[in-house]
């Protein structure tokens, strides 16, 4: 009986690491893509490389997304950075905390 507590507590103990890990930044990149193609690539450029074009005009440096600069930030600061916004970069528009989390996921995959 001991062992089948053990086991049982064993079970439970795993579930909730699981679930409070996908609760926290466990981000879909594949998801996270489909939203920066929508919401973010017309100033980002289609690789997170920046649109020197929409730099000049707005006169600030767009840092390629996949630089040690960018990868650096924190998973948290990278989603503040889309829903609050940073600079001159305004808050992504229509943007939850889910779709910020898929960002971060995919900002992570351009990593240089």
């Known amino acids: 009986e001991e062992v089948q507590m053990k086991s049982a ?3 439970i103990c795993t ?4 679930s409070v890990g996908a609760a ?6 594949a998801a996270g893509k ?3 193609s929508k919401k973010c690539a017309s100033c980002h450029g289609a690789a997170g490389e920046g649109k020197d074009s ?5 006169k600030v440096e767009i840092r390629p997304l996949g630089s040690k600069e960018v990868q650096a930030k924190s998973d948290a600061d ?5 829903l ?8 992504v528009a229509g943007i ?5 989390d898929d960002l971060v996921a995919y900002l992570r995959t351009l990593k240089k």
């Open 84 to 91: 609050e916004g940073t600079g001159k970069m305004k808050a």
């Open 9 to 11: 507590l064993a079970v």
């Open 24 to 29: 926290f930044g466990a981000g879909d990149a």
């Open 78 to 82: 990278l989603k503040k950075n889309i």
């Open 34 to 36: 489909e939203v920066f």
């Open 54 to 58: 929409v730099a000049k005009t707005l």
């Open 96 to 100: 939850d905390a889910k779709a910020a």
């Open 15 to 18: 579930m909730i690491i699981l």
